[in-house]
């Protein structure tokens, strides 16, 4: 990877509330005092207000006892010499504030500070934006008492709120409330996002998400070695290439998708015109000999074969031309997608199990994680929140992030983790974090085009986690291009202009 490249991805790193915490205090140890370091962050949050109110107005800050709080205590300050009204309430006696909070309280002065027992309800009524600085990312238990009570009437008040680091209440390392959350319709965040600007229900409480630069040298990252990115192509982009000048279709791979039988057979064909639209230079469905005909009908640049069972799968193989795999949309569900799926894993080529070939394996686990052990190249499971559970039973209640993680250590594959928030993770913990796949998504067959596209990817010869994350962001770039009411008939072709636009900018 170049150094810019290594620069572009260092840019999208996410950290979580501890990695944050430490990148502030080795900035510190290197000599910028952490004053300074909260004076711009309150800059940047003043700068937020001014934004959504730029004749002035009456402002709520309400803060909290850490530096979260400090950082309210400076944009109020700001705010006041800009002309602002302000109105600043603690949680908590000012005589608890320490530090650079305690520094921050005492520049701003006590006379806009409101009593702890104020009627919070009338002062939301005649404010006109409210700032959330009552707690940062580093949230780790539910909210209760007169903390859970002010959430719940500023959400209720219907006031435009800009948060401070992430809405009160989610917690910054996992995106889940704790309890209660502010819905914000800003945050401002300082250096790096963190993972519960991403995540959901954390994602929908944020509202945009300005990050600002507060004097963090990058060079901490090198240090922290963060292993959470958001999804993104610089993440990925300099793994990928287009065809080349003087070129070939066998330069760019033979991709193999196995269908089910003769009423499934769409799945299988709608992930072998995304692999073929994804650049994969050829593209074959396997068929069961009762299925061939009804591929026949539909099938034009995509080939097609007659495979008969298991056998069949590793005799077809066996041609070390076909690189890449996909079995599972529409295969079927039991003993004969069992003993696919490892012929398959057995082959030596890479491979993507979705759908039914994960759940084939909900009874016998750990079957399949030898498997995928014992494969020769990479492989990418691909399930939705329902298949993960069936294979990670004992995962499933874990934060999305942490789940995909332990599930990608466990079996040794890269795990796509589908939803609004698809985590892609890969044994020994880096993880991409997803966020552009609009709502429309969510409908039958999306998920075969996402199996196909990485599955084109991998033919490719891009390492898996590379191949599932822009897999993930293509997949997510052709729905919002393709807009609302798609099928997913649209997203192959809307996929053309998504990757134009890529080589356009490469």
């Known amino acids: 990877m170049s150094a810019a490249a290594d620069n572009e991805r260092a840019g999208l790193a996410l950290l979580t509330p501890t990695?944050?915490?430490?990148?502030?205090?080795?900035?510190?140890?290197?000599?910028?005092?952490?004053?300074e370091l909260m004076e711009r962050a309150g800059s940047l949050v003043a700068d937020a207000v001014r934004r959504k109110e730029p004749s002035g107005g009456r402002v709520l800050i309400l803060c909290g006892p850490g530096n979260n709080g400090g950082d309210g205590f400076v944009a109020a300050r700001l705010l006041k010499s800009a002309g602002y009204e302000i109105d600043?309430?603690?949680?908590?006696?000012?005589?608890?504030?320490?530090?650079?909070?305690?520094?921050?309280?005492?520049?701003?002065?006590?006379?806009?500070?409101?009593?702890?027992?104020?009627?919070?309800?009338?002062?939301?009524?005649r404010c006109t934006v409210v700032v959330d600085a009552l707690f940062?990312?580093?949230?780790?238990?539910?909210?209760?008492?007169?903390?859970?009570?002010?959430?719940?009437?500023?959400?209720?008040?219907?006031?435009p709120v800009?948060?401070?680091?992430?809405?009160?209440?989610?917690?910054?390392?996992?995106?889940?409330?704790?309890?209660?959350?502010?819905?914000?319709?800003?945050?401002?965040?300082?250096?790096?996002?963190?993972?519960?600007h991403l995540l959901a229900p954390g994602r929908f409480h944020c509202g945009p998400v300005v990050c600002g630069q507060i004097g963090i040298p990058a060079a901490v990252l090198t240090e922290i070695s963060p292993k959470a990115f958001w999804n993104a192509?610089?993440?990925?982009?300099?793994?990928?290439?287009?065809?080349?000048?003087?070129?070939?279709?066998?330069?760019?791979?033979?991709?193999?998708?196995?269908?089910?039988?003769?009423?499934?057979?769409?799945?299988?064909?709608?992930?072998?015109?995304?692999?073929?639209r994804a650049g994969a230079g050829l593209v074959t469905v396997g068929s069961p000999p009762n299925a061939v005909l009804a591929h026949a009908a539909?099938?034009?640049?995509?080939?097609?074969?007659?495979?008969?069972?298991?056998?069949?799968?590793?005799?077809?193989?066996?041609?070390?031309?076909?690189?890449?795999?996909?079995?599972?949309?529409?295969?079927?569900?039991?003993?004969?997608?069992?003993?696919?799926?490892?012929?398959?894993?057995?082959?030596?080529?890479?491979?993507?199990?979705?759908?039914?070939?994960?759940?084939?394996?909900?009874?016998e686990p750990d079957q399949l994680f030898r498997a995928i052990d014992d494969a020769s190249d990479e492989v990418v499971l691909t399930p939705h929140a329902g298949e993960f559970a069936r294979l990670f039973p004992d995962l499933a209640?874990?934060?999305?992030?942490?789940?995909?993680?332990?599930?990608?250590?466990?079996?040794?594959?890269?795990?796509?983790l589908k939803g609004a928030d698809t985590v892609i993770a890969a044994p020994g913990g880096v993880a991409a974090l997803n966020d552009n796949a609009p709502p429309w998504l969510a409908t039958a067959g999306?998920?075969?085009?996402?199996?196909?596209?990485?599955?084109?990817?991998?033919?490719?010869?891009?390492?898996?986690?590379?191949?599932?994350?822009m897999g993930v962001w293509l997949h997510g770039a052709a729905g919002a291009a393709a807009g609302p009411g798609l099928i997913a008939e649209d997203l192959c072709p809307a996929l053309r202009k998504v990757i134009g636009d890529l080589v356009d900018k490469s």
């Not at 530090?99 to 002062?123: C, H, K, N, Q, Y």
């Not at 949230?139 to 209760?144: G, T």
């Open 446 to 469: 999306s998920g075969d085009v996402l199996a196909g596209i990485v599955t084109g990817l991998l033919a490719q010869a891009l390492p898996a986690f590379e191949a599932a994350s």
């Open 19 to 35: 990695e944050m915490g430490r990148a502030d205090q080795l900035t510190i140890d290197a000599g910028t005092p952490g004053i």
């Open 298 to 363: 539909h099938l034009t640049a995509v080939m097609l074969q007659s495979v008969d069972g298991a056998d069949g799968i590793s005799a077809m193989l066996s041609d070390p031309r076909l690189n890449a795999a996909l079995i599972g949309p529409g295969f079927g569900v039991g003993e004969a997608c069992r003993a696919a799926t490892e012929a398959i894993l057995n082959a030596g080529c890479a491979s993507v199990l979705d759908a039914d070939a994960l759940t084939s394996f909900e009874n």
């Open 233 to 276: 192509p610089a993440l990925w982009q300099d793994c990928w290439r287009g065809p080349r000048p003087g070129g070939h279709k066998y330069d760019r791979g033979h991709a193999v998708v196995f269908s089910g039988g003769m009423t499934t057979t769409g799945a299988a064909r709608l992930a072998a015109g995304a692999a073929l």
């Open 88 to 125: 600043v309430w603690l949680l908590g006696q000012p005589d608890r504030l320490a530090g650079d909070a305690r520094l921050a309280f005492e520049a701003m002065g006590t006379e806009d500070v409101l009593a702890e027992d104020a009627d919070i309800e009338m002062e939301l009524n």
């Open 397 to 416: 209640s874990m934060d999305k992030l942490a789940a995909a993680r332990c599930a990608a250590d466990r079996s040794q594959a890269v795990i796509v």
């Open 136 to 159: 940062g990312a580093g949230l780790d238990r539910p909210l209760k008492g007169q903390a859970l009570g002010v959430v719940e009437k500023v959400n209720a008040a219907k006031c």
């Open 162 to 196: 800009v948060s401070v680091d992430l809405p009160s209440g989610i917690n910054g390392a996992s995106g889940k409330v704790m309890g209660a959350a502010i819905k914000a319709q800003e945050t401002v965040t300082f250096f790096r996002l963190k993972p519960g």
